[in-house]
């Protein structure tokens, strides 16, 4: 769809004559990112997270990997868990944005602010050009994630994503059923090809030509990537449960967001109570689909600042808190599949190299599990001013694209593991001493969920109403 690419930092054109805002062109020109892009949660950038990829986005640092040096270690398997890329809104969203816009175009005074460019853009030049068949797909910038992304990881392990290993099928792509996921894995997997195929030769300039089409393997397996909907215990406990989320709502109606929503419609010249909280999330989601999609740094940017964007920011890691982690054990349970898989490929020395493409609900529980990025205080609705420092922020851990990696390495004093975190080492709980602890001693800390673990008894035995098993 999106046909045209210009190298320089990623930067995006829309070809689909759309009416695109002045403010656009002029941003084109000079890269120019909102500075509220990092607060975006799981709507954020990759390049967010490592900024230096807007440089030089095949760039990778082998300094990550962390084996003791002393023990001349060689990497012996990987298995990564990978989030789908950049993608269009879902039809929520969609629905939503289209309601701001008509209401911003129809109700917002003309008197207010009109002396600043951003409003009379917003007012007359932006259009909502997402339509609801766009919902939730891949865009041609999540393509380029997942093949840039690819590229790093094939200079990270020559070795194991080898053009060899590939061909002779010694890689395991599996991925969730989701269209954007699918896709995902198979931008990746053009990733590898244009790696080997055209080394030094810039990745995005190039759009995949029918005579080269690549051939694509891979298997859909939403056991292991969509195990959260398959988990009676989840789905009734959490996912509809009207009282799981209880913190969001308060949050979304508590003094920090009136904040947000009162300075927004002051700054539309809305009447205050036609801006409901989900329409100022809609506005600032908007802002980082524009990014996101586009490049562009859109009008809608101007209506929050770095203050506004970091309540709208914990509004996000609230609900992934509550709905995906750690605010309720079953979800981090629900994992246990996708734990065990991972698991029994490491214990079993020369499995092949395993490529895992899901979604933003199959990493956070996964890293629950894991023990990650927790809090000594949960986040609720009362404590925002309390939270500024907390590990658990989905912008930096979810992002399009992230990615959980597991290194195997051989050494001397046996196996180790390492966990890198969008190309990030990031250590064991419990283990905070080395980068790449012994895997006996990570097998020792997680013994209790080897040993247990189990996905029928979590999922099942915690069900209200125990209807018979139809599942997997
Ligand atoms: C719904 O969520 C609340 C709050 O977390 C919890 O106390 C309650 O037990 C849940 N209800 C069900 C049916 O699981
Ligand atoms: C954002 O705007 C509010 C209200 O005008 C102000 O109190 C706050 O300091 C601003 N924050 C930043 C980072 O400029």
New binding site residues.
Partial sequence: MFSVTQPAGGVLLAALGLVVPRLSFASLSVPDIPHIAPYFGTKTRYEEVNPHLLRDPLSADPSVLRSPPAERCSPVHLTAVIRHGSRYPTIKNIRRIQKLSELVRTEASRSSGGSEDWIQDIRSRWEAWYTEDMDGQLVAKGRDDLRQLASRLASLFPSLLSEENVKNRRVRFLTSSKHRCVSSVEAFQEGLQRHWGRPGESQHSVCVRADTEPEYSHEVDDELMRFFERCRGYV???EN????L?EVEKFKHGKEMEGVRRRMADRLGLPHHRLTPDLVEAAFFLCSYELSIRSVHSPWCFLFNETDAKVLEYKSDLKQY?KRAY??EISSLSSCPLFHHVFRTLDKAGRPPSVLVGHAETLLPLLSLLGLYKDQTPPTASNYPSQHGRRFQTSQIVPYAANLLFVLYDCQRGPRLQLLINESPVRFPGLEEEDAPLYRDVRATYRHLLDGCDFHRECEG?A?GRAPNTEL
């Fill in positions: 009734e406990g959490v449960n009207h009282t799981a209880l509550w605010g309720h915690r209200v």
